[in-house]
């Protein structure tokens, strides 16, 4: 606001800081309106000039600048130096619209629609939706990632929350004054029509079959948003004005649920295992985490739902009888995270159950020092065979807490870019109405959402204000964003607590990952496409220590390249893999799959079984290759008894070596043949001698059996 507000402004205003705390606790929220009033006063004011400024002629042959860093930028002084500032932002835009190659008079046209629209806006916000921004500012003062949400405001986060949207699955935006559609949901009913495109301009919105169209022009967004929503099987008609045309049409849609961020997988098939068959990779893209009863009182109602979590849903994708990954064959789960913001703590703790069963998961400090261990309640591990994990620079706190305790138990390989969240703190919901009401129903207040802990690893490390390292490293422009917005936020300070007692599984070893990350490197290093990233990168860094834009044709333009740059990366897609960074990735989970330990165990080993007289009574043969083993059990008479196979992972225990197996088939006999098995026990490696004990990790008991190979 330091383009609308002077300095006299903000002395006024700050004069009375020391008192709005204690007014807010008398329920007057008077500073509010006053702070506003100055606000619609000059944003009215700075409109007038901008179309005085817009059509006048400007030299652009004189060496000015505008500042382009909020630290660098000043409130100005007087009114004087308000008219200045506006007349050089007018120069800006007016450069803007030469670099883009715009018309002179449109562009002129442009810069005055462009206020005029802050301004509309500005005139649409209600006390509500003050109130909301007043009371977030005041939280935020103490803490800043606190926020009051008003009951519309409330609404909208429960919705969104417990994935009960139901309309047409087009994501809209406000552009100077006009509702623009930025992208089609898949799957959603827009995208089964196929007519609505990103782009397209919503003229009108109409109900039924024939009700009467209501324009959108000066309507608020949230407002238009509550017209195009409704209960699924009922009709929206829409006039719309596609993109790059002029004449409008009217399209009917019928609203169905939506889900906002579907899950999805999917088996790919890459590379060549040692029998000669494909690698199959089980790939998990996890959008958010959810669960629909997360925010039940949100609503207003003291009564849960029944839960669908991303939890149970992952569950599904790896256990399904039919098509799951384990019935599947599958040697590898990859897990996307990558754009996933999190979602509910409870969720962030059971996720990583699925893979490392009731172990702590995070470890959560409050307000008063206290900490409290959190462990996932999943009784044991669904899957036990290799892991990759991907992360990327918007890979929210929820995120981080799963694949940091992934990573912290050494249970599988984290992959992806340096920069994450940086938000390692844990919000509670304070039910306003719930404060003031003990009734059945629930007045609607609106939420005060408030930092009530931090949350660390179980190694006792924080991501809060750094970020999670990956394993293994990938270049990305939208890691340096990213820090730069972290370095900007007034975010608490990492800190370290003790470590809680924790598995060090041995599934990702240093030595690997150097290898992994020097294999990935090597790689990188010959592609034409990672490269090219490089030099942008390079240059992006360059670009971002701007302080200020020189106001002319080829400053701009670089300017305009810096700050869209990283933008043009897209997000994350519905099919994987989909370009090099892709390819990539499967590159660095295939090299994983076969860890140096492994190989320690290659060749044939063979151990004879006794009875309990010490009589000899057959003998088992293990071939092993890589991470994958066939096991032929012989009878007395050397008769085939059973053969099966099994991949396995080598783990390291507390003072326990573990041989942990798992998509395990039984090949022969026949009545036998397809059935599945896993598990683990307890081995030595001494030498060529293979020591098997027939006993589980961590168990005290002696074991059932000893079985003694040789190499």
Known sequence: NNGYFTQPDVDRFTARQDELDDLARQGDVQPAYEIFRVYLHRVDERTRWMEELAAAEHDFTIAEEIAVDPKAARYVADQNEARDLCRRWAKYWLLVAQVEGNPEQAARQDVVRRYESIRQRAMQIDDEELLA?????????????????????????????????????????????????TQVISGSP??????????????????????????????????????????????????????????AVVYGLVRDKLQPAPLRSAVIERGQKADGTPVKVGYIRLPTLYSSASLSQETGSKKAPKAQTSTGDVLRILEDPQRGFKAGGADLVILDLRGNPGGPLAEAIELPGLFLGPVPVVQEKDAQGKLQTHSSSVESAVWEGPLVVLVDAYSGPGAEIVAGAIQDHERGLIVGCSAGSGNATVQGAMFVGKEVSAGETLPKLGILRVTRAQFYLPSGRTTNNRGLAPDVELPALRSRVVAMEREMAEAFASDEVEAVNHAHLGRVKPEHVKDLQARSEQRRSNSPQFLALAE????????????????????????????????????????????????????????YLRPPSATTLDGTWEAVTKDADGNVVGRIVKEVRGNHEKVTIYGKGDEVVTVKENDFALEQVGDEKVFRFFNGRIIAPEQKKGQTFQGAYVYRLEGDRFIEEGRRPGGKDKPSYVLVFTR
């Open 133 to 181: 921004m007043y009371l977030t500012a005041l939280a935020q003062a103490y803490d800043p990632q606190s926020r009051y949400f008003s009951p519309k405001e409330a609404e909208e986060f429960a919705i969104q929350a417990q994935g009960r949207m139901e309309g047409i699955g087009a994501a809209l935006r406000g552009v100077e004054g006009e509702i623009v559609v």
């Open 190 to 247: 827009s995208a089964r029509d196929g007519r609505l495109k990103a782009g397209d301009r919503i003229v009108a919105v109409g109900q039924g079959e024939s009700g009467p169209l209501v324009s959108t022009a000066g309507r608020k967004l949230s407002d238009l948003v509550s017209l195009i929503r409704g209960e699924a099987g009922s009709i929206v008609r829409l006039q719309v004005v596609p993109k790059g045309q002029t004449d």
């Open 536 to 591: 942008r990168i390079r240059q992006q860094e360059a670009r971002w220590g701007l302080k200020a834009v020189v106001l002319n044709e080829e400053s701009v333009r670089q300017w305009l390249q810096a700050a869209e740059e990283p933008f043009k990366e897209a997000p994350p897609a519905a099919k994987f893999p989909v370009d090099y960074v892709d390819e990539e990735i499967l590159a660095i989970a295939l090299d």
